[in-house]
């Protein structure tokens, strides 16, 4: 059994600044990538930033300079600093994580809940 846990969202000014974490739990053998989504209302859900096992990243263009992706693997966790928030930075942020569970196994994914990120003045 995986958890994945999220925390940090909130509301914030435009402008601000947030820090989301995203810790995953359980009998993982290795971790992939990990990420994050975000769904804005009456929006598809879309990536937002992405971290590969090398440590490599993307970034949706929207986000491209202003929020930084890093993960630390001793503590099984990601991160996603976002700065210079903007109101279409508005939505419920998941975090997704792959793994496998033996060498060489398949590999699955996992997400979070979602934190809702509200930026408004």
């Known amino acids: 059994q995986v958890q994945v846990v999220e925390s940090g969202g909130g509301l914030v000014q435009p402008g601000g600044s947030l820090r989301l974490s995203c810790t995953a739990s359980?009998?993982?053998?290795?971790?992939?990538?990990m990420g994050w989504y975000r769904q804005a209302p009456g929006k598809e859900r879309e990536l937002v930033a992405a971290?590969?096992?090398?440590?490599?990243?993307n970034y949706a263009d929207s986000v491209k300079g202003r929020f930084t992706i890093s993960r630390d693997n001793a503590k099984n966790t990601v991160y996603l600093r976002m700065n210079s928030l903007k109101p279409e930075d508005t939505a419920v942020y998941y975090c997704?994580?792959?793994?496998?569970?033996?060498?060489?196994?398949?590999?699955?994914?996992?997400w979070g809940q979602g934190t809702q990120v509200t930026v408004s003045s």
């Open positions: 997704y994580i792959t793994c496998n569970f033996r060498v060489a196994g398949p590999i699955y994914t996992y």
């Open positions: 359980g009998s993982i053998f290795s971790f992939n990538a």
């Open positions: 971290i590969m096992s090398g440590g490599s990243t």
